[in-house]
């Protein structure tokens, strides 16, 4: 298969199960339960939210599974497409920033795991 091509990863119930998920800003949105779809094709992360309720999460939010579930950042719904590009945080602007040793990312000195992969930084 030629490199430009990547084989689609489907992650199971037991790849998000426990696992802990966090925003972009790196606050605890919770910790993953499960997996769910609709019959129309919509798929969904539920998660036990920090006061213990459940939640589903459009799998459309989800940046990426690894020691954690790392969520994108919500978009705002009253800015036009074109406006949310420049809301929306992709990397650190911080000069020097480190880098992730998995993939490379910047990410902000402070931060505890990788917004783009979600490896622990410690």
Same mark, same amino acid.
């Given at each position: 298969?030629? /490199?430009?091509?990547?084989?689609? @990863?489907?992650? =199971? *119930? *037991?790849?998000?199960?426990?696992?802990?998920?966090?925003?972009? !800003?790196? *606050? $605890?949105?919770? !910790?993953?339960?499960?997996?769910?779809?609709?019959?129309?094709?919509?798929? !969904?992360?539920?998660?036990?939210?920090?006061?213990?309720?459940?939640?589903?999460?459009?799998?459309? =939010?989800? +940046?990426?599974?690894?020691?954690?579930?790392?969520? *994108?950042?919500? /978009?705002?719904?009253?800015? =036009?497409?074109? /406006? +949310?590009?420049?809301? !929306?945080? @992709?990397? $650190? $602007?911080?000069?020097?920033?480190?880098? #992730? $040793?998995?993939?490379?990312?910047?990410?902000?000195?402070?931060?505890?795991? #990788?917004?783009? #992969?979600?490896?622990?930084?410690?």
């Amino acid at each position: 298969m030629p /490199e430009s091509q990547s084989k689609t @990863h489907f992650f =199971r *119930k *037991k790849d998000v199960e426990k696992k802990p998920v966090v925003e972009a !800003t790196g *606050k $605890s949105a919770g !910790t993953g339960l499960d997996v769910g779809f609709s019959l129309d094709g919509k798929l !969904t992360l539920v998660i036990s939210s920090p006061d213990g309720k459940e939640v589903e999460i459009p799998m459309s =939010r989800v +940046q990426g599974v690894g020691e954690y579930i790392v969520l *994108k950042p919500e /978009e705002n719904p009253e800015l =036009r497409p074109d /406006e +949310q590009a420049s809301v !929306t945080p @992709h990397s $650190s $602007s911080i000069p020097d920033a480190p880098t #992730c $040793s998995k993939c490379g990312a910047s990410i902000k000195p402070e931060a505890k795991f #990788c917004t783009v #992969c979600g490896k622990s930084t410690k």
